[in-house]
């Protein structure tokens, strides 16, 4: 019974592709978020949307596009895709978005840009 | 810049003794601090927080101590057991809507 779900688990692909990650959480949660965990193993946010609305846009190339259909979903649409990109990217959700509260997270997707 | 640091990158313990996982941020404006644990192939998952009002908070067998003067917080396990091997990471986040900032993580392993 997962809370926070991602596909696929594994992602591999050439450069100049377009992929997309899903996210799906059953928690009932108002904020969901992307994180990037580089080769270097910092998790940095990229963004979070609370009921469908973009909050964060941490300076990430506008070849991220996040997508949230409803609050229970946020997917992850990356186009041209550059070796980069390749990382570990985590899904999360917490209840209201603020700061000090549980998040919870997404196996991860790891992403292998060939 | 990185505002969390974890400087240790790994840690080994016996079973039963007591793990210590150090972490130091530079961001005076911080005042709610995390500790997330995972397992390999799995996200993260919460463990224990303090807000900056105090300076220990327990849970358990887990212990995470703030020193807000020297910006330096600890996590104690006590007694490790083999299960808690994990990486652990420290996170802290500011009031209203600043992200939340992670460190690069520890790996602690306890040796049976």
């Known amino acids: 019974d997962t809370a926070v779900s991602q596909t696929p688990k594994y992602l591999v692909t050439q450069m100049g592709n377009d992929k997309s990650i899903k996210c799906e959480q059953n928690?009932?949660?108002?904020?969901m978020y992307w994180y990037k965990q580089d080769s270097k193993k910092f998790l940095k946010i990229m963004f979070s949307y609370n009921n469908k609305e973009l909050i964060i846009n941490e300076t990430v190339p506008n070849r991220f596009s996040p997508k949230s259909p409803d609050k229970a979903h946020l997917n992850l649409h990356i186009n041209s895709l550059e070796l980069g990109d390749s990382a570990v990217y985590f899904c999360?959700?917490?209840?209201?978005?603020?700061?000090?509260?549980?998040?919870?997270f997404g196996p991860g997707t790891r992403l292998l840009v060939l | 810049d990185q505002q969390v640091k974890q400087n240790s990158p790994s840690l080994s313990v016996q079973e039963g003794r007591i793990s210590i996982l150090n972490c130091d941020y530079t961001?005076?404006?911080?005042?709610?601090f995390l500790w997330y644990k995972k397992y390999p192939a799995e996200g993260p998952t919460f463990l224990i927080s303090?807000?900056?009002?105090?300076d220990k908070n327990e849970d358990g067998r887990f212990t995470v101590f703030l020193n807000k003067s020297a910006k330096h917080l600890s996590l104690h396990i006590v007694p490790s057991q083999p299960g808690d091997s994990a990486v652990y990471f420290c996170a802290a986040s500011g009031s209203g809507n600043t992200p939340l900032v992670f460190g690069k993580g520890t790996r602690l392993s306890v040796i049976a």
């Open positions: 303090i807000s900056s009002i105090k």
């Open positions: 961001n005076s404006m911080f005042d709610y």
């Open positions: 999360a959700s917490s209840q209201e978005g603020g700061w000090g509260e549980t998040q919870y």
């Open positions: 928690l009932g949660h108002d904020t």
